[in-house]
Structures are given as C-alpha cells and as structure tokens.
C-alpha cells in the first residue's frame, strides 16, 4: 500500500504533522472541557441529587439560596397529587477553618438521615448521629479532611466540631465542593435564636409524575434541570462556555481542513506522475484519503491522552476545574478527523483535474 | 492504418500575449514495429507532442488516433486504462516516486489493478536484469544515480507490454555505451511486434539508432527521414 509506505519511509514529516493534528485537538478538548469543569462546578452538587424535581419557596425565583419553606409548606408539598416521594434538604454556605490560617467555604446541604437526599458515600459510612458530616471528595482534596477527623463549621460566633464519617461523589454547588450534615444540624447552623419561625427546610426534593411547574400556597415545582439552569450565573456562564466550545470546533475543525488540503496540495507532483502512469483517479483517493485518516485519527487519539493526563494532573492541584465527558471527546475527535479528510477529498479533487503532465512539473 | 496517426495536432498555452503555440499542426503516422526518433531545438514542442499522444495533456485541436482511435476524445476511465495499458511513457526527468525503491517504482503499475500480479513481478525481475539495474533494485529512487534513474523510468513503461512507447530523453544521463544499449533495448521491444516507440533525444548517435528520424522546430515537422541503418536491422 503506497500511503502506508509513505507513511513508513517519512517518519519524520507523518510524525510532525499528528503532532500538530494533536495539539489542534487538545486545545478544543481542552476548551471542552474547561467549559465543562466550570459548568460542573456550577451546579453537579444539585444535579447529583437523587431526585427528579425540586419544591422552591414561590417568593425566591428559583434561587436556593433565597428559597425557604415552612413545616407546612414541606407537608403541602409532600401531600400533592404526583408526588411519589419528598424529602426536605437545607442549604446554607459556611466558611470552614480547617487548618490555622486556612479556610474555604463548604455548600452545606442539610438532609434528613436516611432519606433519598442523603447521598451514598463511597468511602466510610452513611450520617446516623447528631454532629456528623460526610464530605465531598473535592473537599478531601481541598482540605485532606479524611474520615475520622473533625470539621469545624460556625454556630453563630462559635464553631461546632463535626466529625467526618464518609465521604460522597456528589460534587460542587456553587463552585463551593459539598458537605452534608443533618436537617437538624442544618437548622443549627443556618439560624440562630428562636426556634419557633426557623425555616424548615430550603427547598424539597421530590420524585414523582407530571409534577413539571406544579405550584401551591407558597412554593412552586420545577425539574432539577430547570433548577440546574436558575443557579444564579449559570445561564449567561452556559451560553459563555458553549459559545466558546462552538468557537473551538468550528475554527479547529477549519484549520485542520485547510492544513489538510494545503498537504496534500504539496503532493501534486507526485499525484500527476501516478496519473500519468495510468493510477486510476479512485485509487489516488482512497490512499490520499487513508493517509489523512491515519494521521487525524492518531492526532485525535493522542490528544485524548493528553486531555485525560491534563484532567489528572488539574483535579489532583484543585485549582483549575476541568471535565470531560465521552461525548465531548468523540465530537471533538469526530470533528478533526472529519475536517482533515474534507480538506484532503477538496484538494484531491482539485488535483484529479489538473493535465498529469502540468502537475508533475509543478515540483 | 499503423498504431499511431496525428491529424492535425496542435496546442497552445495561455492566452493573448502570454500565448504559446507549442505545436502547430502536426500529422504523422507511425507503423507497427517502428522505432522513431524525435529531434529538434529546446523549446520546440517535443514533449508537448509527446504527452498529447500520452493522453496527458488534451490537444488544442486535431486528432491523435491510436489504433484507430481518439485518445483526446476519451472519457475519465477509458484515458486511464489507456495510460495504464497501452502507452509506457519514459517522462523527461524520470519522475519516480521518491519513497519507493527501484522495484517498488516498477511495481507500482501493479496496485491499479487490471493485470495479474504474479506476472508483473516476474516481468519486473526480467526487466531490472536485462537493463543492469538489479544490483540497485532495492535502492530507494532518492539514492539513485541520474542513469540508474532514467533506466527504471524506461523499465516502468515496459512493465505492461505497451503498445505505444514514449520515451523522452532517455539516455541524457547515460554514458554512449549504456545509452546505446538502452535504445537498443527499446528497438528490440518494438521491432517486429505490434508496437511502436517515439523517442526524443537530443543526442544524434542515438537518434541514428531509429529506423526513422523525425526533425522538429518550433512546432512543426521540418524532415521526416527513413534510416536504413535502424539499430533494428543493424
Ligand atoms: N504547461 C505549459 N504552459 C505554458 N507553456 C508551456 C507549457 N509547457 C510547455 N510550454 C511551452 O511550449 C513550448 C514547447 O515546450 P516543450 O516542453 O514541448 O519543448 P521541448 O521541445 O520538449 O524542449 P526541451 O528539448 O527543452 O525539452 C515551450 O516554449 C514551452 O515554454
Ligand atoms: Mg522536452
């Protein structure tokens, strides 16, 4: 096979030019998933919740920080038509002195024990007593707090001592990671001084049929995506990311392409002597056309190593949040490979018109 | 009828005042078993002529029938089964592809098909043997001296059995001894047989070697001679 030959007997040249297919590649997986880790960061601490819809306080626009509901509201919500399941969870965000001289806020989500709110850990055991917390991987990595120690949240001027008991998969809400303690222990921390008039709950997590933008005395109904979408910031923050994710594939995709025809365009010497020794116009095609397939795909494939160490390498340091899901990285793959053979089919294609003969003197 | 008639041939480059008349209504006719010589100035139409009968380039006008018929009237497919089986063409400059070896350039003519590939490896053998290329048949083109390069190109267009040789400048790089025996080689392949060779050269002991010289300037026909002493019967 001749492309494959070329390929063998060129080492140098095939090798630099996957090297470049790759780093075109990398650079949109990257944006991908730069975009991705933001949007993750964003919200997946919600999203991540085991339910399919979410009760908010009518009067807070779908915010959860602003949403607070009563016992009543709770029983109201639990109590509708729809609503297979309902559990209340409370959100407050505390700023956490793990170290001296160290803090970080931590998004503290109250759950009811035992309750499908309460996420499964992955490590250690579920919440069974007062004073206990399970922390969120991100959280490990941010403040090495492993099972077993403490965790000092804000009472009011004081902190409590929580102790870690296990450790969740949920991630970040509100670029804060995750912790949950109890809805009791919530209440604590989120509101001081009288008892009676605290809130119960900040919104409800339900499961249940056709409850879709279901509204009572007081609250409202949403699914978890829409409840995704109104965290304050991420709607302008999606269209950001995914404009730029559009940008990256599109001009990636067209520098690929022209890179491509501008390649294969070179060959066009070599292209009118196959010609003129009567190489038939499908045969320049298909090897011109496996070439580039070879070489995009090897491009493609290794800028995935490369994204996947990066990925490694930022969630390790925790400072640059970064994702990457399958379909991200076959799109972006997709796109490249597809891009270099359409560049390589347009200049071949504008080579098979030219006289053979006029071709080989174009040295 | 012989294998190759030109009624009328001519082409032009270009347009307006940047216009070339490269060849200017040439006819011709050449027999089986002929070995015709091509000789004329630089510049004179030569390899236009030639790569008009090679079906590589498409004449401004006229005809160029090859047993009969009009290779400027063939389609896409039919203009390569035409290159590919019947004309050998040696280019001036013996374009080789430069990442392949000696036999490898030879073999080429193998992937496109249409022949039986057992048979063209033997004939690659029979032919790096009988034009001395053997000890270098491994090369690769890029390491081959300007001789040993033109007789692989004369080698490739032999590989089919073509009907028409084309053959231009072969021996420019050859020392007379070896270039008389490449012409040699080529009047033996067409002599007798249902085949003919057209070569340009500028070197007239070589050109002598023909059974016919034919002389070009600026595009047309100024002698067309028969040789009596073609290399063929001498
Ligand atoms: N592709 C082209 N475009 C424009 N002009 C061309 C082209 N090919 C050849 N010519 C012109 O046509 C004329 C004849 O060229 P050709 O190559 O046939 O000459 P030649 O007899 O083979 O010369 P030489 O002995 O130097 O090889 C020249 O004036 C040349 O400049
Ligand atoms: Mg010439």
């Known amino acids: 096979m001749l492309a494959l030959i070329e390929i063998k007997r060129r080492k140098l040249q095939f090798g630099l030019v996957t090297g470049v297919v790759a780093l075109i590649s990398y650079l949109i997986i990257m944006v991908t998933g730069l975009g991705l880790g933001l949007n993750e960061q964003a919200g997946t601490g919600l999203l991540s919740l085991n339910g399919d819809h979410l009760a908010y306080a009518s009067n807070a626009n779908l915010s959860v920080i602003r949403s607070r509901l009563t016992e009543e509201h709770v029983a109201d919500i639990q109590a509708a038509p729809g609503v297979q399941q309902g559990t209340p969870v409370g959100y407050i965000a505390v700023v956490v002195e793990y170290a001296p001289d160290e803090s970080n806020t931590a998004a503290t989500l109250g759950v009811i024990p035992g309750s499908f709110a309460e996420p499964a850990v992955v490590e250690g055991r579920q919440l069974s007593a007062p004073d206990e917390v399970l922390v969120d991987r991100a959280w490990v990595r941010l403040a090495e707090t492993g099972i077993g120690e403490t965790l000092p949240l804000p009472v009011g001027f004081e902190t409590r001592d929580f102790t870690v008991v296990g450790v969740v998969d949920q991630g970040y809400f509100f670029f804060q990671p995750t912790v949950y303690v109890s809805l009791e222990d919530w209440q604590g921390l989120a509101y001081q001084g009288d008892l009676a008039g605290r809130p119960a709950a900040s919104i409800v997590l339900l499961q249940g049929d056709g409850i879709d933008s279901m509204r009572g005395e007081g609250w409202e109904v949403v699914t978890k995506q829409e409840g995704f979408r109104n965290i304050e910031g991420v709607a302008a923050q999606q269209s950001t990311v995914n404009a730029l994710r559009y940008m990256g594939l599109l001009i990636g995709t067209l520098v690929i392409g022209v890179f491509f025809y501008v390649i294969t365009l070179q060959k066009v010497s070599l292209l009118g002597i196959l010609k003129a020794i009567g190489a038939p116009g499908t045969f320049l095609v298909t090897q011109g056309l496996l070439q580039v397939f070879l070489v995009a795909l090897s491009g493609a494939l290794i800028s995935v190593v490369l994204a996947l160490v990066t990925e490694a390498t930022l969630l390790s340091s925790d400072t640059v949040p970064i994702a990457f899901n399958t379909r991200a990285l076959v799109t972006s793959s997709g796109f490249v490979v597809i891009g270099g053979m359409v560049g390589a089919a347009l200049s071949v294609r504008q080579v098979a018109t030219i006289d053979p003969i006029i071709a080989m003197q174009q040295q | ?234």
């Open chain 2, 1 to 234: 009828m012989g294998i190759l008639t030109l009624r009328d041939v001519s082409k032009s480059f270009g347009d307006g005042p940047h216009r070339v008349d490269a060849v200017r209504g040439v006819s011709l006719n050449i027999g089986r078993g002929e070995m015709v010589s091509l000789v004329g100035p630089s510049g004179s139409g030569k390899s236009t002529l030639l790569a008009m009968v090679g079906g590589l380039l498409t004449p401004t006008s006229g005809e160029v029938l090859v047993d009969g018929a009009d290779v400027a009237q063939f389609g896409g497919r039919e203009r390569t089964r035409y290159r590919r089986d019947r004309v050998g063409f040696v280019f001036q400059g013996s374009n080789m592809v430069p990442f392949l070896t000696a036999r490898e350039n030879l073999l080429l003519v193998a992937q496109f098909g249409g022949a039986d590939k057992g048979a063209l490896k033997r004939r690659a053998d029979e032919l790096l043997e009988e034009l001395e290329l053997m000890p270098v048949a491994n090369q690769l083109a890029t390491q081959l001296s300007g001789g040993e390069r033109q007789r692989v190109a004369i080698a490739r267009a032999l590989m089919r059995d073509p009907v028409l040789i084309l053959v231009d400048e072969p021996t420019a790089s050859l020392n007379t001894e070896l270039g008389e025996r490449v012409v040699d080689a080529l009047a033996a392949e067409v002599s007798g047989r249902n085949k003919a060779c057209l070569m340009v050269t500028h070197d007239e002991r070589m050109a002598a070697r023909a059974d016919r010289l034919i002389e070009f300037r600026d595009g047309r026909i100024l002698n067309d001679d028969r040789l009596d002493e073609g290399a063929a019967s001498g």
